[in-house]
């Protein structure tokens, strides 16, 4: 049978047609897939009163914070929320939040030139300086943006954000209103013809975000709209890296500055070069007046709209950690530098496996002010000269050793020389009435992994300071810490922990205090309980903190996510 030429381009042209309709509404069906993603979070404890350590009674008995969170994505469009609990708020948190209710909720649609979100949304400008929207769970901080937010690429290379709105506070908003623009250009992306190729990559940026607040005050006469601007630039070569800031803002009297008229200013600095085997960071910068509000007479972490980088080390430990060091945003001047290195493997320090050195110090003073008060307008003005270092807020510098033995056994050593200006640091005043801290710690983690998924940890620490004679009965002077853990297998983990405060300048204050912990993993999912006392004490996560106070009894968390 002779089939006709033209039978044959006509079939072979409906199966080309056939097989291009079929990708594409593949392809559309792919673009349509729905997803459904969330997450629990439950903690809770039981309290009970001890004098010895200072835990409070608790009338409620037991506290809780739980909160759930479902997002849902279809294509272009996702949208989603997060259900939050305190019955009531576990102690060491703002007793504000209090109660429950849907505290987030936003949609959001995403093409290749427009992304919109109307609702809650979190959003960064750079390195915070204008504006940080974010969340940080350990301390229950949530400073998100309840609006609409606009981001744009209208060609390759730019990128254009602009947002309004108020942000949470608690269970409600606040009363201020949050503007902001932020425009981004990657320079080798926009001129990719030319640039594109280069080792060099430049991105230049820049950013204002204002806040409008009525003025109420029956005395002062205080700016209703307040703006920053800043600029900045981040310069990589091969693995050199160049980050820069700069911001100015207006005067904004505030609670948080004892409502001076000075203007504010920001510089943020950071360096880094890595290779095999070695790597050094260098970081610097100057704060002077930055608190920044979308309400003026906000305290603690309420309200905050932007972000001041931490130029400090954030330890994991609980010893180095004793006494963090919060960012002064009244005034502080400071820096950080860090070199990591790998001694190779096979030489004499090295032995088989090699061995991790990572050397850091980090230092922070205040500025050097000059105050004037203006009797005529019943204003506050102060001076600072840039050049110029007031007093020692903090230092650390530690060095830290990891080495591998054998294929069962690894250690941790690390030593730390603190200083800490408590009256600053925690309470903003030379007045406060207590000593400056000198701290030297030590820290001795040894690992036997016993088999693949099985391992004993053992923790040992020490705090070593002289106590302090004006407040003794604060948990104060030496620590030691020893901790011993288990994980018979992938999923379970048991652990005892003990802190003792020998060096207490008051003897009953000479206390042990004992944890118990065990916990299961599976997946995605996390069960843990923990029975014994906490220390008071302060807990910060990149330069923002909140005080920890002592607790004795049972504590519950469970986390899962889908």
């Given at each position: 049978m002779?089939?006709?030429?033209?039978?044959?381009?006509?079939?072979?042209?409906?199966?080309?047609?056939?097989?291009?309709?079929?990708?594409?509404?593949?392809?559309?069906?792919?673009?349509?897939?729905?997803?459904?993603?969330?997450?629990?979070?439950?903690?809770?404890?039981?309290?009970?009163?001890?004098s010895a350590i200072g835990a409070p009674y608790v009338p409620e008995k037991m506290l809780s914070n739980a909160f759930g969170q479902v997002s849902y994505t279809r294509?272009?469009?996702?949208?989603?929320?997060?259900?939050?609990?305190?019955?009531?708020?576990?102690?060491?948190?703002?007793?504000r939040y209090k109660g429950q209710g849907i505290v987030n909720r936003y949609m959001r649609y995403k093409t290749n030139l427009l992304d919109i979100t109307v609702g809650n949304f979190y959003e960064q400008f750079g390195s915070g300086l204008t504006l940080r929207a974010y969340e940080e769970r350990g301390l229950l901080y949530d400073n998100s943006?309840?609006?609409?937010?606009?981001?744009?690429?209208?060609?390759?290379?730019?990128?254009?954000?602009?947002?309004t709105g108020k942000q949470r506070s608690f269970f409600t908003i606040g009363p201020g209103i949050v503007r902001g623009f932020d425009g981004e250009v990657n320079i080798n992306d926009l001129f990719d013809s030319v640039l594109g190729n280069k080792k060099t990559k430049v991105i230049l940026g820049g950013s204002f975000v204002g806040k409008y607040q009525q003025d109420q005050d029956p005395v002062?006469?205080?700016?209703?709209?307040v703006g920053v601007f800043a600029g900045r630039m981040n310069l990589t070569r091969g693995g050199f890296n160049l980050y820069t800031e700069y911001a100015s803002k207006n005067n904004d009297p505030s609670f948080q500055n004892n409502l001076s008229y000075h203007d504010g200013e920001a510089f943020f600095l950071s360096t880094s070069y890595a290779?095999?085997?070695?790597?050094?960071?260098?970081?610097?910068?100057?704060?002077?007046?930055?608190?920044?509000?979308?309400?003026r007479d906000a305290s603690l972490q309420n309200l905050m709209i932007n972000y001041l980088p931490a130029t400090t080390k954030q330890h994991t430990y609980l010893m180095p950690a004793y006494y963090p060091y919060a960012t002064q945003p009244n005034g502080e001047i400071g820096g950080m530098g860090e070199?990591?290195?790998?001694?190779?493997?096979?030489?004499?320090?090295?032995?088989?496996?090699?061995?991790?050195?990572?050397?850091?110090?980090?230092?922070?003073?205040?500025?050097?002010?000059?105050?004037?008060?203006?009797?005529?307008?019943?204003?506050?003005?102060?001076?600072?000269?840039?050049?110029?270092?007031?007093?020692?807020?903090?230092?650390?510098?530690?060095i830290e050793i990891n080495k591998k033995f054998t294929k069962k056994w690894k250690m941790t050593a690390l030593y730390s020389n603190q200083f800490y200006n408590k009256n600053m640091v925690q309470f903003g005043s030379d007045n406060a009435g207590y000593n400056n801290i000198n701290s030297n710690i030590g820290v001795l983690d040894i690992?036997?992994?016993?088999?693949?998924?099985?391992?004993?940890?053992l923790e040992l620490q020490g705090l070593f300071t002289k106590s302090d004679p004006l407040h003794p009965t604060i948990a104060n002077g030496s620590w030691g810490v020893g901790m011993l853990e288990w994980t018979p297998n992938s999923h379970w983990f048991v652990a005892v922990l003990d802190q003792y405060n020998y060096g207490n300048s008051n003897p009953a204050m000479q206390l042990h205090y004992f944890l118990g912990s065990v916990g299961y993993t599976k997946d995605a999912h996390r069960i843990s309980i923990s029975y014994g006392k906490q220390r008071a004490g302060i807990f910060c996560v990149g330069g923002v903190c909140r005080n920890v106070p002592a607790s004795n009894g049972l504590s519950v968390s469970i986390t899962t996510s889908f």
């Amino acid at each position: 049978m002779r089939i006709h030429f033209t039978t044959i381009t006509l079939v072979i042209a409906c199966l080309f047609l056939s097989s291009r309709s079929f990708s594409q509404i593949s392809q559309q069906v792919n673009d349509e897939l729905s997803s459904i993603h969330g997450n629990f979070q439950f903690d809770g404890q039981y309290y009970r009163p001890d004098s010895a350590i200072g835990a409070p009674y608790v009338p409620e008995k037991m506290l809780s914070n739980a909160f759930g969170q479902v997002s849902y994505t279809r294509g272009k469009f996702s949208a989603g929320g997060r259900y939050e609990s305190y019955n009531n708020v576990m102690q060491g948190f703002d007793k504000r939040y209090k109660g429950q209710g849907i505290v987030n909720r936003y949609m959001r649609y995403k093409t290749n030139l427009l992304d919109i979100t109307v609702g809650n949304f979190y959003e960064q400008f750079g390195s915070g300086l204008t504006l940080r929207a974010y969340e940080e769970r350990g301390l229950l901080y949530d400073n998100s943006i309840d609006g609409i937010r606009i981001i744009s690429n209208p060609i390759k290379g730019i990128t254009i954000k602009g947002l309004t709105g108020k942000q949470r506070s608690f269970f409600t908003i606040g009363p201020g209103i949050v503007r902001g623009f932020d425009g981004e250009v990657n320079i080798n992306d926009l001129f990719d013809s030319v640039l594109g190729n280069k080792k060099t990559k430049v991105i230049l940026g820049g950013s204002f975000v204002g806040k409008y607040q009525q003025d109420q005050d029956p005395v002062y006469n205080l700016p209703e709209n307040v703006g920053v601007f800043a600029g900045r630039m981040n310069l990589t070569r091969g693995g050199f890296n160049l980050y820069t800031e700069y911001a100015s803002k207006n005067n904004d009297p505030s609670f948080q500055n004892n409502l001076s008229y000075h203007d504010g200013e920001a510089f943020f600095l950071s360096t880094s070069y890595a290779t095999k085997g070695f790597a050094i960071l260098l970081q610097g910068k100057r704060i002077d007046n930055m608190s920044f509000r979308s309400d003026r007479d906000a305290s603690l972490q309420n309200l905050m709209i932007n972000y001041l980088p931490a130029t400090t080390k954030q330890h994991t430990y609980l010893m180095p950690a004793y006494y963090p060091y919060a960012t002064q945003p009244n005034g502080e001047i400071g820096g950080m530098g860090e070199i990591q290195f790998k001694v190779p493997r096979n030489s004499i320090l090295g032995g088989h496996y090699g061995m991790d050195v990572t050397i850091n110090f980090s230092v922070a003073h205040g500025l050097k002010e000059h105050y004037l008060h203006d009797t005529a307008y019943g204003r506050n003005f102060y001076s600072a000269e840039w050049g110029a270092v007031g007093e020692q807020y903090y230092h650390d510098f530690f060095i830290e050793i990891n080495k591998k033995f054998t294929k069962k056994w690894k250690m941790t050593a690390l030593y730390s020389n603190q200083f800490y200006n408590k009256n600053m640091v925690q309470f903003g005043s030379d007045n406060a009435g207590y000593n400056n801290i000198n701290s030297n710690i030590g820290v001795l983690d040894i690992t036997y992994k016993y088999k693949s998924s099985s391992a004993i940890r053992l923790e040992l620490q020490g705090l070593f300071t002289k106590s302090d004679p004006l407040h003794p009965t604060i948990a104060n002077g030496s620590w030691g810490v020893g901790m011993l853990e288990w994980t018979p297998n992938s999923h379970w983990f048991v652990a005892v922990l003990d802190q003792y405060n020998y060096g207490n300048s008051n003897p009953a204050m000479q206390l042990h205090y004992f944890l118990g912990s065990v916990g299961y993993t599976k997946d995605a999912h996390r069960i843990s309980i923990s029975y014994g006392k906490q220390r008071a004490g302060i807990f910060c996560v990149g330069g923002v903190c909140r005080n920890v106070p002592a607790s004795n009894g049972l504590s519950v968390s469970i986390t899962t996510s889908f």
